[in-house]
């Protein structure tokens, strides 16, 4: 793994920790502090030199009466990434934000841009034929986010990555599997002869009404899995920080490491956890997400009850209280979320508020 991905996963830890500091101590930080504490350490990361004039252009206006943007990327000193940022306490659901962003990366010819306020990333096509809306390609948090899912969007930002064709090949799949999505569940919306008989013919006995019957109250939705960038782009999945070439016996110790982190994660499941008494259920859990406070709770057999819903996962579960306060399309996916550090619960003992991923930490700890 090359080190600008290697040194991802810390970064953003220190970052996450600011972040809740800041919100903790509820402080308005401004646009200025946002940029030193948050984005530029975290552009550093990812391989851009903030000194160099020729990689990385501050209030960047292309001709002098154009509205400047906060940082403009160069590779081979061609503008390849605008990034707007606003200050850490702002929404970035505000449409004129978005517009503005896309409008001008459209002007100067540059495909990518992204919009953020130093937690949240919002990463947009500019050239897409569609409406603005539509031109975002991936958003995630990195204060509740799930770490995989983040580290692999963000490596997408690296530039590395920004050298080659592969934010455009992944574009490419996400547009056409948004529209096959969408597709189909059209189909199964309306009442189509052909997906009708095609039901009937593999669905021995059932009816045409039946059929159209069982489809009215059916909850169908196509997902598509994220392809992993970092499994593309050769590099491994689990991240560890190594500052010079490793010898292959170092190599396979590392790799062997990180199979068993990785297979002790696997087992560190809340059924785990409650079966190890580290989890009493029912436990109550709750996050205060954009001003709402949400609720769920643990049940005996490891579930997630949140409202009327239930989910396998902590993930699952805040995805969707996440989307319930972010009021998208139902069509659209919760967003990834993870669940272990998005959930609080209260301590017994102290009264006071802990992720649960202290618990899964506890678990992890006894089973070394």
Known sequence: MDQQISKLEPATEV???????VRDRKELIGEQNTKAALIDPLLSVLGWDLQEIDEVRREYRRKPQDNPVDYALFLNRTECLLIEAKSLEKDLGDRKWISQNISYAAVVGV?????TNGDEYRIYNSHAEVDVDEKLFRKVSISDTDPMFLIDTLALLSKDKMRG???????????????????????????DVALIRAI??????????EARASLKRAKITIDFP?????????APIVPTVTAKPAASATRREAGKKARETMTAMAEATLPNLVAAGLVKPPLELERTYKGVRLTASI?????VSFGSRTSLTLSAAGGIARKSVLGTSPQDPPPATNGWIFWQFRDSKTGKLREIDSLRQEFLASTK
């Open 200 to 209: 009937c013919k593999k669905a021995s006995g059932v009816t045409p009404s």
């Open 111 to 115: 495909k990518w841009c992204v919009l």
């Open 226 to 234: 994220l392809p992993k960038v970092l499994e593309l782009s050769g």
């Open 15 to 21: 970052i996450r920790k600011r972040i809740r500091q």
């Open 299 to 303: 049940q005996p057999n490891g579930t």
């Open 165 to 191: 064709s592969l934010l455009d090949e992944l574009w490419k799949a996400h547009f056409i599997d948004r529209k096959v999505r969408l597709a189909f569940e059209s189909l199964l919306g309306e009442d």
